[in-house]
């Protein structure tokens, strides 16, 4: 697939496929791949992106699916590969969670699934001790109010700053409007737990973990 933009390409074409890229920075809203390593699901996923600052590379990638419905391209960038859960959660620096949508969820949809999910990678301390941060998940979700096909939601720890959203490059924000900024690095913790925990759903897992081998973008 060519990484060139057709200059008579529709407008809104031409935007979904800048969504898709999704190699934006905390700086910038959208940017499209230069060079697109992975391509699953029409998604293209570039081999690193820019984020706060610093440079991630992708570290594996997976369509997530809820029942009989494929939800996300999801997808993991690391400073740099790691292929056991524990490496992973022991890395220093930025780490990104992100997802490309693939079907339309409402904000009621989206927190029933992150509570669902989370309670489900947490211990039941873990839980009860984290009802504060999920609290402040939860309002940035419902301040969303919807996500639709070609969306692309970055979740992201950031060290210093805590864990940080963006939803089509603009940041989520909790109640009074202030940006979601959650310095608690065990809720960040268990989030990546949702996607490489035992928890997972394996062919999720293998694929953010870099252990399934993924279609070139080249391929298709």
Known sequence: MSDNLN?????DALRRRLLAGAAASSL???ATPANA?????????PETV???GHK?????????KRGYFKADVTALYLPEKRTTPDAIYKLDGVRRIQLNILREFTSSTITRIFLSDFKQSATED????LIGPIGQIGAAYSNVKRVSKGDVVNLDWVPGQGWMATHNGKALTGDG???????DELAYQIYLRMYIGQAAPEELRNGLLGLTRLPKASDN
């Open 7 to 11: 200059q008579n390409e529709p407008v």
């Open 28 to 30: 910038l809203p959208w």
């Open 37 to 45: 390593a992975v391509e699953l699901e029409g998604v293209e996923l």
């Open 50 to 52: 820019s984020a706060y």
């Open 56 to 64: 991630l590379v992708l570290n594996g990638a997976a369509v997530r």
């Open 126 to 129: 873990e839980f009860k001790k």
């Open 177 to 183: 409007g202030t940006t979601m900024s959650i310095k």
